[in-house]
C-alpha cells in the first residue's frame, strides 16, 4: 500500500516525498492508521523499522497548523533526541510546525529562548524537561499527543519515575503513543496506566536479528581481540564500522589504539562532552570518520545511515543488547553485516544470546589470515593508504576479500 492511502495530508506525503520513502514500512503501515482515527498505540517494534515516522506522521497530522505546545516526545538519550527532532522536523518541513528539542548537557539559553519562540512539538530527554517545567519554562497543559519512544531504555537509564512524573503533568484526555522493543512486566505496567485501549502492534518480535543482516562470530581470546579487529578491519570493504565496547574505558582504549594504526576514529560514550558526542556523530554521518567506537547506551537507537559493519568486540551483556547493536547495520532496506569477536570467557553469553534470538549465529574464519590462538595477536596485513575522493570522505582502495562463513 503507498503512503497516499494512509490519509496523510498534502504536506505531509510532500514531506515523506522529500524523504524519500517510497512505501511504509510494516510499523508505519499498522501504527499511522489507528494512531490517525486518535487512538493510543502500544508497539513493539525494533529500532530500524521506521517507528519515528510511525508516530511522528499521525501526531503532526494532528496538530495541523502552528499554536501551542500540544505533543512531547521523550527519548532516553540525548541523541534520540536530535535524531527524532530532526526526523520531525524534516517530514514537517512543508507545514508551519515548529519542532525543537530540549536535552541536558547544553546551556538553558537556546532551549529558553526557543520554548518562547512557540514550539508545537517538544522532543526531550526527562532530566532536563523536568527542570525547565521546575522553572516554569514549559507547560505541558496543552499536550494532545505523548509519545514515549524507546521506554525499555528508559527504564535502563533509570528514567521510569521522571517519566512517570511528566507523565502525571499531561492532560489525562490525549493521545498516547508508545513504543517499546521489549515489553517487561514494569513496561506493560506502566502502559496500563499511562494508554487508553491501545491499539497492540507486534513487529518482528524483539528477539529476532534484521532479516537484511548477515552475521557471525569470530572465537578468539582476550588478548587476540585487537589483532583480530585490525585484521577484520583491513579484509573489509566497509563503508562505514560501529565497533561497541562494554565500557567507556574500553572504547577509549580501541579508539586510541586504532588510531595508532592509522584508522580514523570517532568515540561515544556517555562520559564525552555534548559537544564531543555532537561532533563524534556528525564526523562520523559525514564520512570523517570511517570508524566509531561506543557502548550501547550512546549508540541505542542511533540512525546512521549506511552503516555497513558492526563489530562487537565485547560481546554485550544483555541478550536483546544483541539484536539492538547489530540493529545499527542493515537498517531500512539496506544489508549490512555484524561480527561478534567472542573470547574463551564469553561462551556462556553468547549461549544466552543464541538462546535468546532462537538461532545460532555462524562461527566465521577470516581467509588468509593468522587467526589468533590462545594468547596470541592476530597479525594484520598492511593498511593501503586511502585515497582522498572528490566528496572529500575517503574511499577504500582494498579489494574486497570474501569470509569463509
Ligand atoms: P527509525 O526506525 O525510525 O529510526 O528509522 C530507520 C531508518 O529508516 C531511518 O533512516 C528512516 O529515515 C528510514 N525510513 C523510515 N521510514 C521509511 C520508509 N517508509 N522507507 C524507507 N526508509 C524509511
Redesign the pocket.
Known sequence: MP?TKLGLSKPLLEG?QA???????PV?LRAIPPALAGRDVIAS?Q????????FALPALQKLGSHGKLRCLVLEPTRELAM?VET?MRDLARFTDLKVGSIFGGVGYGAQRSALRSGLDVVVATPGRLEDHLQQGTIKLDHVEVLVLDEVDRMLDVGFLAPMKRIIAKCPKVRQTLFFSATLPPEIAELAGWALREPERIEIGAGRSVASMVKHGVYLTDQGGKFGMLLALLAATDYQSVLVFSRTKHGADRIAKRLRANNHSVAVLHANRSQNQRIEALEGFKSGRYGIMVATDIAAR?I?V?GVSHVINYDIPVHPEDYVHRIGRTG???RTGDAFTLVAHDEMKKLAAIERFIGQKIDRLHLEGQNVPKHGEEAVAPRRPKLEPRLDGRAAPTRRRRTFRR
Do not use: C, H, L
Request: glycine share 18%.
Open positions: 503512503f515523506v524523504m524519500g520513502y517510497g512505501e511504509p514500512t508505519q517494534a529500532t530500524g523499522t521506521g517507528k519515528t515516522a510511525a535524531q526526523s537507537g540512525d545511515a537498517r531500512a532496506q
